[in-house]
């Protein structure tokens, strides 16, 4: 009888079954209580500290470069930049001077300086895709240095299809100008899609674009801190199980997207204030 009524819950109401799994997740996160993390994870904060030390953001570009090149003579091993710089900055001297018809040779440019930075360092860089149906300033995907492999995927079109359809797939993207990111290794989106409810409790791990696929920001730390060139993506007949980068497992929903396993409340990873680096 429980099944039943359980069956029926699902098949009248499933906005319910959703919320009650919601729940039921919350409260089991409270129960357990906060995991102690290690110091592998650090997070380079954009906090009130900084921004009265350098001002409202977006900050000079020159000020990013040094950030990155003291986190990388300090040793840190892969830096992903969940920031994505669109336009060039037009606060460079460079640029200032000729915009009022002043000698400018020997002046810098700000871009310049990071791209540079970014091409020395191990800064793996951040876009955005859009996944709604609007007008957008660029199309074109990045450069992806990843190989991506679908396992267990029957050879029958119908049955391939069936195996994709769960994929997030984008519309559009918002990445960094040309000049910053092609002189970037790789890089990666980082969207989070809240659900029904306001609360992030799942991340996409993939998205499709343009019928290629495309790593998260987190994904591609990864890959790329495990020295790793192909990214699997093992299926069942639901769709996708797991997302596989050498020995390592993730186990994901059928759309490839991460249920997060939440380590505590807010600051439970250090943060290190971006002034002090």
């Known amino acids: 009888m429980i099944a039943l009524s359980f069956s029926a819950v699902k098949v009248f109401f499933p906005e319910n079954i959703v ?27 954009i906090d009130e500290k900084s921004l009265r030390h350098l001002g409202q953001w977006p900050w000079a570009r020159n000020d990013v470069a ?24 037009r606060t460079s001297p460079d640029l200032i001077a000729k915009k009022y018809k002043l000698e400018s040779n020997n002046l810098p440019n700000y871009d310049e300086i990071l791209a540079k930075t970014i091409s020395q360092t191990p800064t793996i860089m951040g876009y955005q895709f859009e996944l709604s149906d609007k007008l957008y300033s660029k199309k074109e995907p990045p450069s992806l240095p990843a ?8 050879s029958d079109f119908e049955n391939y299809e069936l195996g994709s359809e ?4 984008a519309n559009g993207i918002i990445q960094n100008h040309d000049l910053l990111q092609n002189n970037s290794f790789s890089s990666g989106f980082f969207n989070n899609i809240p659900d029904e409810s306001g609360i992030v409790r799942s ?4 998205i499709e674009y343009n019928d290629e696929l495309f790593s998260s ?9 495990l020295q790793e060139k192909k990214v699997v993506l093992n299926y069942t007949h639901l769709g996708i199980e797991n997302i596989q980068i050498g020995d390592f497992e993730i186990p994901t929903d059928r759309a490839g997207r991460l249920i997060i396993n939440y380590r505590g409340a807010e600051k439970t990873f250090q943060y290190i204030s971006a002034i002090d680096i």
């Open 19 to 45: 919320k009650f799994d919601n729940n039921l997740k919350d409260f089991m996160f409270k129960v357990r209580g906060p995991i102690d993390t290690n110091q592998t994870v650090l997070i380079v904060d």
């Open 147 to 154: 190989v991506f492999i679908k396992k267990n995927i029957d």
């Open 66 to 89: 040094v950030i990155l090149e003291n986190l990388t003579n300090a040793g840190v091993g892969v830096i992903g930049l969940d920031i994505v710089f669109p336009e060039i900055d």
């Open 166 to 169: 769960y994929i997030i797939k």
């Open 203 to 206: 991340v996409p791990l993939i």
């Open 217 to 225: 920001l987190a994904l591609e730390v990864t890959r790329i801190a």
